[in-house]
């Protein structure tokens, strides 16, 4: 089956989940791995998303970690009450 | 007035038994009130994510409210009269200074038919996943629409036989899509669509029977309040949070 392609918001919410079910603070390389996306991509939206105050990049014992903010989840719960609403009444 | 003197149909489309005056226009502002929630949201969602399939959601059950809006407008102008002589209906009285409550009842069930045809039609166009680009098919769908009003003005039957008929589409979009899902929501929605759908056949035989009026009434009360539940129980999950 051919799967549809992800839209913007869809991508968003696919690298905030990723960062989520890691409890919250992932690797970077980990996250280019978990959200399907070439480096250069993850790159931009990365930028989107540290620009929205979504995540916030830190360093842990001398390594860069992306840590997921309240942006995030909020954006987050409501891209998934969306999503409800959209699969409840066939959208 | 034209409406009046048509040479068929009823000269009111007031079907109520008088004890039931009012309790109509009581189910009809639970479904505008049911309407507007799914219209805000559903605006909400398209100002969100951009995309149309929201917006054209928005805009059917945007028509539902203007048709439940008409239709309690004008049935109040029967039972109520005395409606007229308000402050603002007196405004419009005077506006309109050769309308009486008759024929503001006909202009108003026209609306709700023209508006409540309009606004399955778009819901039926959505969940069958034709966009724009079908512009013959929403044509003609728009003309049967329009050919369907009218003569439902003569044949008043005709209007909720073709409600029928567009439910029953919908209805069957809404299984298929909860078989698709498995989702508690989606079968709510199903059922409550499922619900109306019958509500529109109790409605076809009204005028043979105030009794089935009331029954057609309280059926497409049950139908809106389904068609509530599923939008409550999307607002009362709690977030999934990133375990600390």
């Known amino acids: 089956m051919i799967e549809k392609r992800r839209g ?12 989520q079910n890691k409890g919250g603070k992932i690797k970077p390389t980990h996250l280019l791995y978990k959200s399907n996306l070439s480096h250069a991509k993850l790159k931009e939206y990365m930028e989107t998303l540290l620009g929205r105050g979504m995540i916030e990049e830190k360093d842990v014992n ?19 009450r969306i999503k409800e609403f959209s699969d409840s009444f066939g959208l | 007035m034209v409406l009046e003197n048509l040479p068929y149909g009823p000269r009111s489309y007031v079907f109520s038994p008088k004890w039931f005056y009012g309790f109509d226009s009581i189910i009809e502002l639970i479904a505008v009130v049911v309407c507007i929630l799914l219209v805000y949201y559903s605006y909400k969602c398209f100002k969100l994510t951009k995309e149309k399939k929201y917006l054209y959601f928005s805009t059917a059950f945007l028509s539902l409210t203007v048709a439940f809006i008409a239709k309690i407008t004008g049935t109040l102008a029967i ?7 308000t402050a603002i209906g007196s405004t419009i009285h005077k506006t309109f200074a050769s309308m009486t409550p008759y024929s503001i009842n006909a202009i108003a069930l026209v609306l709700h ?9 778009v819901l039926f166009l959505i969940i069958s996943r034709l966009t724009w680009k079908n512009q013959r098919v929403i044509a003609l769908l728009a003309y049967f629409v329009l050919i369907a009003t009218w003569i439902s003005v003569i044949h008043y039957q005709l209007f909720y036989a073709t409600t029928f008929a ?9 299984y ?13 929605v199903a059922i409550a669509f499922g619900i109306l759908l019958a509500s529109q056949g109790f409605f076809i035989f009204a005028i043979y029977s105030s009794t089935m009026y009331v029954l057609a009434e309280l059926i497409q009360l049950l139908g809106f309040v389904y068609l509530l539940i599923p939008f409550i129980l999307i607002f009362k999950r709690k977030p999934k949070r990133a375990a600390k």
């Open chain 1, 8 to 19: 913007k918001l869809e991508i968003i919410a696919d690298i905030l989940r990723s960062i």
């Open chain 1, 62 to 80: 001398g390594r860069k970690m992306i840590f997921m903010k309240e942006q995030g989840h909020k954006f987050l719960s409501e891209f998934d």
């Open chain 2, 79 to 85: 039972y109520k009269p005395e409606i007229t002589r």
């Open chain 2, 113 to 121: 038919f023209l508006f409540m045809l309009l606004g399955f039609m």
């Open chain 2, 166 to 174: 567009l439910l029953l589409l919908i209805t069957y979009s809404y």
């Open chain 2, 176 to 188: 298929q899509n909860y078989k698709e899902i498995k989702d508690e929501k989606a079968r709510f």
